[in-house]
């Protein structure tokens, strides 16, 4: 093993980390700054560590109270809406979207509802599909079939999941570090968020309509800071 060392005024030849430590009169008077320097850089990590799960839960709250009322789906980004639903130009929106396209599920009571991966799946079980052929795009997919009737309601205009149930609304928030999330909903169900990658979107909560920006989760952190 080699060690890096330096000489000194008077000659000697210190190991270079004994060096940074000991002044030249021999006196540890260095040490109790290095160790105030190492403490403070502990504490300003551990305060990076929790500020992207602080901003998510931030981002999140607003939709605390309200109700999961819409689902809907383009390619495989999956769209659920919250809250008051109102007509616009082109279809229906509710008080806040949510775009994800980074792994999800729902849980419920008994297990997993459905989630991410069910979009590639046939509705039923012992269906005989051809890889080659069969695509969620033109064909039902159990991702889709388990969305409708867990919110038991479909729009057929707008191709449209509605939720005509007393239940599915936000209780609570969580988040962690990483861009995960998870929304604790009424009934005994969670919306869970976790990214998977290092590069695309995951994830981003808007005001359908408005002009204030979106809070976006791309790679696992956030691109931007803005309060809805």
């Not at 005994?188 to 995951?202: C, I, K, M, N, Q």
Request: with cysteine; net charge negative; hydrophobic share 40%.
């Amino acid at each position: 093993m080699s060690v890096t060392t330096m000489s000194t005024p008077s000659g000697e030849t210190r190991p270079l980390a004994l060096s940074l430590l000991r002044t030249e009169g021999g006196c540890d008077q260095f040490l109790p700054r290095f160790l105030f320097l190492t403490a403070a850089f502990v504490i300003h990590s551990w305060t990076l560590m929790g500020r992207l799960a602080d901003q998510i839960v931030r981002q999140l709250e607003p939709l605390i109270g309200f109700q999961l009322t819409l689902a809907r789906r383009a390619a495989d980004l999956r769209n659920f809406q919250f809250g008051q639903v109102r007509e616009v130009e082109g279809g229906t929106v509710g008080e806040f979207a949510l775009h994800i396209q980074c792994p999800w599920r729902i849980e419920g009571p008994l297990g997993i509802v459905t989630g991410h991966c069910d979009l590639w799946e046939p509705v039923q079980p012992d269906d005989r599909v051809d890889p080659a052929t069969w695509a969620y795009k033109q064909s039902e997919n159990l991702q889709d079939a388990r969305v409708h009737a867990l919110l038991g309601g479909h729009d057929s205009n707008t191709r449209t999941a509605v939720n005509e149930r007393d239940q599915l609304v936000v209780e609570a928030v969580h988040a962690d570090d990483c861009g995960g999330a998870a929304l604790r909903l009424s009934g005994g169900y969670r919306l869970v968020l976790f990214p998977a990658g290092t590069r695309s979107e995951d994830w981003r909560i808007f005001r359908p309509n408005g002009d204030q920006p979106h809070f976006v989760i791309a790679g696992g952190k956030g691109e931007s800071p803005e309060v809805l």
